[in-house]
C-alpha cells in the first residue's frame, strides 16, 4: 500500500512563497512519475506540475509556469513544490500524486495513488 503525506501548507499573502512537501512510503513504490494537483472551492482538480522520478523531467500548468517549481529527494522519497509570488488565485487545496507511469499526462486519471491534501490560502 503506497501512502502519500503532504505537509507545508497554510495561510500566506500576497506575494509571498510556501514549499509543500510530499512524503511517500510503501513496499511497492516505485512510481513513475509524481505529481502536484490543486482544487479550490466549486471547481475542479486540476494538474499544477509533474516530475519523473528518476530522469527529472518536469512539467506545469501555464498559470504557475515561472513561479513554481517541482523537485524531489529519491532518497528520501520526498517531492516538494516551491511556490513563490503567490496570488490570491492560488488557494486550493494541494494534492500529491503518484503514477506508474514513466512519464504520466496531466490528466488525474493518470495518478494511482493520492494524498489527503493540504490547505494553502493566500490573502490580498
Known amino acids: 500500500q503506497v501512502q502519500l503525506v503532504e505537509s507545508g501548507g497554510g495561510l500566506v499573502q500576497a506575494g509571498g512563497s510556501l514549499r509543500l512537501s510530499c512524503a511517500a512510503s510503501?513496499?511497492?513504490?516505485?512510481?513513475?512519475?509524481m505529481g502536484w494537483f490543486r482544487q479550490a472551492p466549486g471547481k475542479e482538480r486540476e494538474f499544477v506540475a509533474r516530475i519523473t522520478w528518476y530522469s527529472s523531467y518536469t512539467g506545469y500548468a501555464e498559470s504557475v509556469k515561472g513561479r513554481f517549481t517541482i523537485s524531489r529527494d529519491n532518497a528520501k522519497s520526498t517531492v516538494f513544490l516551491q511556490m513563490n509570488s503567490l496570488k490570491p488565485e492560488d488557494t486550493a487545496v494541494y494534492y500529491c500524486a503518484a503514477s506508474r507511469l514513466t512519464w504520466a499526462s496531466t490528466a488525474a486519471l493518470s495518478y494511482h495513488h493520492w494524498g489527503q491534501g493540504t490547505q494553502v490560502t493566500v490573502s490580498s
Open positions: 510503501g513496499r511497492t513504490f516505485s512510481p513513475g512519475t
